[in-house]
Antibody, heavy 116, light 110 residues
Framework: QVQLVQSGAEVKKSGASVEVSCKASGYTFTTSPIHWVRQAPGQGLEWMGIINPSDGSTRYAQNLQGRVIMISDSSTSTVYMELSSLTSEDTAVYYC?????????WGQGTLVTVSS | QSVLTQPPSASGTPGQRVTIPCSGSRSNIGTNTVNWYQQLPGTAPKLLIYSSNQRPSGVPDRFSGSKSGTSASLAISGLQSEDEADYYCAAWDNSLNGRVVFGGGTKVTV
């Protein structure tokens, strides 16, 4: 079955960067773009961007431009999301999810905590 | 402030029908289809409805979606206790070079 497995929780200092990985299985990796969505504690869902593993093209949310980078590695069927210049407002659960009709399935989520 | 507008809460008793509205604009719901997600406490979101009114395999037919103009809605009929969750609408938005926009979420209490 299609599955996305993310890396483990991270604790970072303000100003640092974090990288979250998302390993896909159960389908041909290059056939479906991958979204990144985050959810701050007690808040709703915020779309961060999308990467197309077939050609590495990306589209980022305007409010994250310049701080987020998404890359894909077809040899390991893994996408990576790096977020830099972290502040406390970046504390959230970060999800990767496949673009199908709709966004599905979702990874299990990675909690990123930013402390001062 | 979310681009798509949903009420923060909705409630019903077991067996009732609950409807969750989602309001957008021409650049999102007015032009593109709507997807709905269910998020049970402490879990990742799950796709409930795609292309405005299609159910993925395994989603009970108690859940249905519709779209008209710049608004959409999710209906849950025969409400069950396990339906208590947060529900989010989402759509592609053609502004700002294209992006996915979400509603703020509706907490359904049974």
């Amino acid at each position: 079955q299609v599955q996305l497995v993310q890396s483990g929780a991270e604790v970072k200092k303000s100003g640092a960067s974090v990288e979250v990985s998302c390993k896909a299985s159960g389908y041909t990796f290059t056939t479906s773009p991958i979204h990144w969505v985050r959810q701050a504690p007690g808040q709703g869902l915020e779309w961060m961007g999308i990467i197309n593993p077939s050609d590495g093209s990306t589209r980022y949310a305007q409010n994250l431009q310049g701080r987020v980078i998404m890359i894909s590695d077809s040899s390991t069927s893994t996408v990576y999301m790096e977020l830099s210049s972290l502040t406390s407002e970046d504390t959230a659960v970060y999800y990767c999810a496949r673009d199908a009709p709709g966004i599905t399935p979702w990874g299990q989520g990675t909690l990123v905590t930013v402390s001062s | 402030q979310s681009v798509l507008t949903q009420p923060p809460s909705a409630s019903g008793t077991p067996g009732q029908r609950v409807t969750i509205p989602c309001s957008g604009s021409r650049s999102n719901i007015g032009t593109n289809t709507v997807n709905w997600y269910q998020q049970l406490p402490g879990t990742a979101p799950k796709l409930l409805i795609y292309s405005s009114n299609q159910r993925p395999s395994g989603v009970p037919d108690r859940f249905s979606g519709s779209k008209s103009g710049t608004s959409a809605s999710l209906a849950i009929s025969g409400l069950q206790s396990e339906d208590e969750a947060d529900y989010y609408c989402a759509a592609w938005d053609n502004s700002l070079n294209g992006r996915v926009v979400f509603g703020g979420g509706t907490k359904v209490t049974v």
